[in-house]
């Protein structure tokens, strides 16, 4: 059982920075692999991030490659998602999940274990 916790969202304005951190609990947590997602009101739940197990693997969302970096503090059980150039389409629910295997996924639906969000909103 892991439990996941995010924090860090918040009101930003478009062009500004937040840093998300999600805090695992259970001694396994350098077993999973990690992933952000995100859902905006009247939205479906979208991919956003992930990293795998060592050797951390990442892939990223392509409307936020460059923008955003996902990483992961094995020894700190939490892994975060840097969010820079912020625009208004990143307003959303960031959620943090955890998937039970070593490969880093885009598919919400492998993923085991969710937290239960955190609301970014970018002003124009």
């Known amino acids: 059982q892991v439990q996941l916790v995010e924090s860090g969202g918040g009101l930003v304005q478009a062009g500004g920075s937040l840093r998300l951190s999600c805090a695992a609990s259970?001694?396994?947590?350098?077993?999973?692999?990690m992933g952000w997602f995100r859902q905006a009101p009247g939205k479906e739940r979208e991919f956003v991030a992930t990293?795998?197990?060592?050797?951390?693997?990442?892939y990223y969302l392509d409307s936020v490659k460059g923008r955003f970096t996902v990483s992961r503090d094995n020894a700190k059980n939490t892994v975060s998602l840097q969010m820079n150039s912020l625009k208004p389409e990143d307003t959303a629910v960031y959620y943090c999940?955890?998937?039970?295997?070593?490969?880093?996924?885009?598919?919400?639906?492998?993923?085991?274990?969710w937290g239960q969000g955190t609301q970014v909103t970018v002003s124009s």
């Open positions: 990293i795998s197990r060592r050797p951390f693997t990442t």
């Open positions: 999940a955890a998937a039970a295997g070593p490969l880093a996924t885009r598919k919400d639906h492998e993923y085991d274990y």
């Open positions: 259970g001694r396994t947590f350098s077993m999973y692999a």
